[in-house]
């Protein structure tokens, strides 16, 4: 079992998740704003999700970490690595509620977690599943250095598959 990191960047914290966090999560989830993820959700999907973000932890060794901005303990979103049966390989995926967006918040708290991946987990490669008309993350996931794989396995057969460090 992996113990849950706290990382810390210039302008965030990411943390371990608590139950606190499940209002602003499900408002998000039950959006319009989660059709990039699937979405929106029920309440029943969501919670699965949100439980099932802390549970990789103990399961795979990784899992989700709650971004807050470190000057005022701010809750600005979710960045995480999801493992396990829905997932044909481990992905980076991040999520940030309406408030943060295009501040730099999720590039920031991404980058940290692969930094983690790479050199505490060892891990040899990372994806990131991405909605083609999710132009946003995209190119997020291009800023982190990641190329597009059209041999990688998903679990949309429309999501592009994004390579990070292969």
């Given at each position: 079992?992996?113990?849950?990191?706290?990382?810390i960047t210039k302008?965030?914290?990411?943390?371990?998740?608590?139950?606190d966090?499940?209002?602003?999560?499900?408002a998000l989830m039950l959006s319009?704003?989660?059709?990039?993820?699937?979405?929106?959700?029920?309440?029943?999907?969501?919670?699965g999700m949100f439980c099932a973000d802390h549970a990789q932890w103990d399961l795979f060794g990784a899992g989700a970490l709650m971004l807050e901005e470190r000057n005022n303990g701010i809750?600005?979103?979710q960045v995480g690595i999801n493992s396990g049966p829905l997932f044909p390989e481990q992905e980076i995926g991040w999520l940030v509620f309406p408030e943060a967006e295009g501040r730099g918040y999720a590039f920031e708290a991404a980058f940290a977690l692969?930094?983690?991946?790479?050199?505490?987990?060892r891990l040899q490669t990372l994806?990131?599943?991405?909605?083609?008309?999710?132009?946003?993350?995209?190119?997020?996931a291009e800023r982190l250095g990641a190329t597009l794989d059209g041999n990688a396995p998903r679990p949309d057969p429309t999501d592009l598959v994004y390579r990070h460090f292969a």
């Open positions: 079992m992996t113990a849950i990191p706290t990382l302008r965030l914290l990411l943390r371990p998740m608590s139950v966090d499940w209002e602003p999560y499900s319009e704003r989660a059709r990039y993820m699937g979405g929106p959700f029920s309440v029943r999907a969501a919670w809750l600005l979103g692969l930094h983690w991946a790479k050199n505490v987990r994806v990131s599943y991405v909605d083609p008309q999710n132009d946003r993350s995209r190119r997020l």
